[in-house]
């Protein structure tokens, strides 16, 4: 297993050694022990799968606390270009943030701690994205900023208006968002 630190303290891009063969390939997406070793907590709490289409574009997701969630997403099917944004005030790199390309084909996973928002675009046809989260979800303690704040300025790989929900849509900039202090 290969793990990669990134601009992001704490954010982490993880490549899982991958055993292939004639029949197709195997390999191991979660191991307390190994992945402890790295910094990432030991128990999650739920899985989430998600299906998206072309352009659909999912956040910038987050939960205050006291149901603050670690995340840790991959995909199974697809590719999606995905996005961590530090969102901790008094944090160095805070507003600022970090994307990467997750696919079926190049297996990586991503850990993205409390503390920052996530968010993703699809850029294949279609996509399954994995979620595991250390706390429940909780509506009460959801937040969303919106994904073309331009004080982060996130370059997302779109040529045209993504998809939205109307949470997204309605997603607060970070100047005037619930942040962690």
């Known amino acids: 297993m290969k793990v990669t630190e990134t601009s992001l303290p704490g954010v982490l891009v993880i490549e899982p050694d991958v055993y292939e063969d004639s029949r197709g390939y195997f390999l191991e997406t979660w191991n307390s022990a190994r992945y402890r070793d790295y910094g990432l907590p030991e128990q999650f709490v739920q ?18 606390p006291p149901r603050a969630q670690g ?26 943030w970090y994307g990467t390309v ?8 991503l ?31 959801e937040r969303c900023i919106r994904w073309d704040d331009p004080h982060i300025g996130i370059r997302w790989p779109v040529d045209q208006e993504p998809v939205l929900s109307p949470k997204d849509l309605a997603g607060a900039l970070l100047e005037h968002a619930e942040v962690f202090a």
């Open 47 to 64: 899985d989430n799968m998600s299906f998206s289409h072309r352009g659909v574009l999912r956040g910038l997701h987050y939960q205050l």
């Open 71 to 96: 995340k840790l997403v991959s995909v199974a099917v697809g590719k999606v270009f995905d996005v961590a944004v530090d969102i901790r005030k008094g944090s160095p790199s805070f507003g600022k």
């Open 102 to 109: 997750l696919s079926a084909e190049n297996k990586k996973q």
């Open 111 to 141: 850990w993205i701690p409390a503390g920052f928002a996530h968010g993703f675009v699809v850029l294949s046809e279609w996509a399954v994205f994995l979620y595991k989260v250390t706390d429940y979800y909780s509506p009460e303690c």
